[in-house]
Nanobody, 124 residues
């Protein structure tokens, strides 16, 4: 069993900052590609960011470019999402996920492992 656990969510004011973390257990994810997704009430789950196993390559949704940063530590296990200058439209349940392959990093169906999510609420 592979387990991904998100943490760091909470209430943040627009223009503030927040850092989400994703811890993995049950398997080493050093060779996995990691991603962050989010889902707001009444909306589809959407791609936020992804990072290669080495951390050399990152990709972001247009809506968060320049504001959010995805990163991995030297062990390539914990994954983080630094959220700077969030806005109310960023309010959602944030999930971390892992995939072994697939070129389409933005498709949720290509990720085989998911955490249960951490809630982020942005007030104005």
């Amino acid at each position: 069993q592979v387990q991904l656990v998100e943490s760091g969510g909470g209430l943040v004011q627009a223009g503030g900052s927040l850092r989400l973390s994703c811890a993995a257990s049950g398997r080493t994810f050093s060779s996995y590609k990691m991603g962050w997704f989010r889902q707001a009430p009444g909306k589809e789950r959407e791609f936020v960011a992804t990072i290669s196993w080495s951390g050399a390559h990152t990709y972001y949704a247009d809506s968060v470019k320049g504001r959010f940063t995805i990163s991995r530590d030297n062990a390539k296990n914990p994954v983080y999402l630094q959220m700077d200058s969030p806005s109310p439209e960023d309010t959602a349940l944030y999930y971390c996920a892992a995939r072994e392959s697939h070129n389409n990093y933005a498709a949720p169906k290509n990720y085989g492992y998911w955490g249960k999510g951490t809630q982020v609420t942005v007030s104005s």
